[in-house]
């Protein structure tokens, strides 16, 4: 039994050296991306709770499928909806989020503009 | 007129700022999950809990019936309390709930099933966390409610006797 314990170890060593290293850093990347649900303030890569764990393997198995990143997401988005994901898209509950910035920014440059530039005239 | 425009505009912004601040404080920070949305059951390879044989996700689901699949564990403690529900579930058997055994040591859950009963019509094995991943599921127990290879709703958490009565509202 230890002997057969001993292969185990020693097969799954070896099949660890099979991922490149290139592979690791683009699964770190993702799940770095990725929100860990039932440990909020956390990101998968981050948790080590079950959840996060399960959504690791299967990071690593869509990029042996050959995902790309952005599918990879999109899989995740579609199965656990948009809070999944740190970077927010474009819609209707986050508009004011992208917006704002912008926003603020027009109106201080407008501010500004009335301030100095008109009162140097 | 100059003097004016400044003040004006920064009361409004403080004003904008304000009020989207103020939204953000009524609006829950707990996360709750969509439960409702109608999805498609994905489709997977697993082991039988039993026989250990490869089975297909298409040969468990059929169309036309309505199944409860629950994901279970022997080391959940709150899936021993939910136990109870789904016993009494399964004696009308109006409903086939289906069983997935979520990164479970083979032989404790056998004992589980044992001390506790077996309400399950199937059960199959999920040893890494996969497919429930694929699911959608967030840990255990959790429960789906599916339909025409359709999920009908979701239930994160254990049953209990609310959600059962629910649970056989839809069935009727």
């Known amino acids: ?121 | 007129m100059k003097n004016k425009i400044l003040p004006f505009s920064v009361t409004i912004i403080f004003g904008i700022i304000f009020f989207i601040f103020y939204k953000g404080l009524e609006d829950s920070k707990i996360y709750i999950p969509d439960n409702n949305s109608k999805k498609e059951i994905p489709v997977f390879k697993t082991k039988d809990f039993f026989s250990g044989k490869n089975v297909k996700s298409t040969s468990i689901f059929e169309l036309d019936k309505i199944y409860l699949l629950n994901i279970w564990s022997s080391w959940c403690v709150p899936c021993r309390q939910e136990h109870p529900f789904l016993m009494n579930l399964n004696l009308d058997n109006k409903v086939n709930i289906i069983g997935m055994n979520y990164k479970d040591n083979l032989k404790n859950a056998k004992n589980f099933l044992k001390d506790l009963g077996n309400p399950y019509k199937e059960i199959f094995i999920d040893l890494d966390g996969t497919i429930a991943i694929e699911w959608g599921a967030y840990g255990v127990p959790e429960s789906f409610l599916i339909y025409n290879n359709e999920i009908i709703k979701k239930y994160i958490g254990p049953l209990n006797q609310k959600l059962v009565d629910e649970i056989n509202l839809f069935i009727k």
């Open chain 1, 1 to 121: 039994m230890k002997f057969l314990k001993f292969i185990l170890i020693v097969i799954s060593l070896f099949s660890f050296s099979t991922v490149s290293a290139e592979e690791n850093d683009k699964r770190n990347k993702i799940t770095k991306n990725l929100r860990c649900l039932i440990c909020q303030g956390q990101s998968v890569y981050d948790s080590d709770s079950e959840f996060a764990n399960s959504l690791k393997i299967v990071v690593d198995k869509k990029l042996q499928e050959g995902l790309s990143e952005d599918q990879i997401y999109e899989y995740f988005r579609i199965k656990y909806g948009e809070w999944i994901l740190y970077d927010p898209g474009l819609n209707k509950n986050t508009y004011i989020l992208w917006l704002l910035p912008i926003l603020i920014f027009l109106i201080g440059g407008a501010i500004i503009y009335k301030s100095f530039i008109i009162k140097n005239k």
